[in-house]
């Protein structure tokens, strides 16, 4: 069964200090991952996706995530946290092949301290 | 980049009556489109898929008869929510696929949310 486990709820970090952001998935097939953002009472942004090829992806707002298979995650990283940075991100799971919906992770809340 | 409009972004209604959200691809053809529901610090549940001339598909446990979904042209979805009651009440967002396939195009891009409140 698909799933996508995103363990924190909620993270803290001060502005400037480094970020990351776990998630893990199950998957049948092979997957196509993305990180979404959302800020309250907004829809969702895509950050990055991951396809094929190189397994470490850029994003649009210095993010990075590295997909690696063995063991089943797509971590979301940044190096140097910015106060707008606060948000909800979720992970995602989507296949390759036949059906297209996605499947989300539970999201994580990011709290930036000045 | 690609646009998908949502609205309206918050719709007040009394219990009983009905509600249309509209979903619209706005720089791109979109043949499916997807309408999520989220609850407070929760994640989106899959309510239906919608493609372009035919019936949506409708996840386990979502009503078709209360959740209708039209998508009549390749750049515009809705949803009424039919005799909307106060378990209603949430947060609703589309995603657009963009027509052509292949992995490239392989995206969801989402609109903005309508945030209903039945009363």
């Known amino acids: 069964a698909q799933s996508v486990t995103q363990p924190d709820i909620h993270i803290t970090v001060s502005e400037g200090a480094s970020l990351e952001l776990r998630c893990n998935y199950s998957y049948g097939a092979t997957p196509y991952l993305f990180w979404y953002v959302q800020s309250p009472g907004q829809g969702l942004q895509l950050l990055l996706k991951y396809f094929s090829g190189d397994t470490l992806v850029q994003g649009i707002k210095g993010f990075e995530a590295e997909f690696k298979r063995s063991q089943s995650s797509f971590n979301l990283r940044k190096p140097s946290v910015h106060w707008s940075d606060a948000a909800e991100y979720f992970c995602?799971?989507?296949?390759?092949?036949?059906?297209?919906?996605?499947?989300f992770g539970t999201g994580t809340r990011l709290t930036v301290i000045p | 980049g690609a646009v998908v409009s949502q609205h309206p972004s918050r719709v007040i209604c009394k219990s009983g009556t009905s509600v249309k959200i509209e979903c619209r691809s706005l720089d791109f053809q979109a043949t499916t489109m997807f309408w999520y529901r989220q609850f407070p610090k929760k994640s989106l549940m899959l309510m239906a898929t919608?493609?372009?001339?035919?019936?949506?598909?409708?996840e386990q446990g979502v009503e078709k008869d209360k959740f209708l979904i039209n998508h009549a042209s390749l750049t515009l979805s809705t949803l009424t929510v039919t005799s909307a009651h106060p378990e209603d009440s949430s947060f609703y967002i589309c995603?657009?696929?963009?027509f052509g396939g292949g992995a490239a195009k392989n995206i969801q891009y989402f609109g903005a949310g309508t945030r209903l409140s039945v009363l």
């Open positions: 995603s657009a696929r963009e």
């Open positions: 995602a799971v989507g296949s390759q092949t036949g059906a297209n919906n996605l499947f």
């Open positions: 919608s493609n372009e001339g035919s019936k949506a598909t409708y």
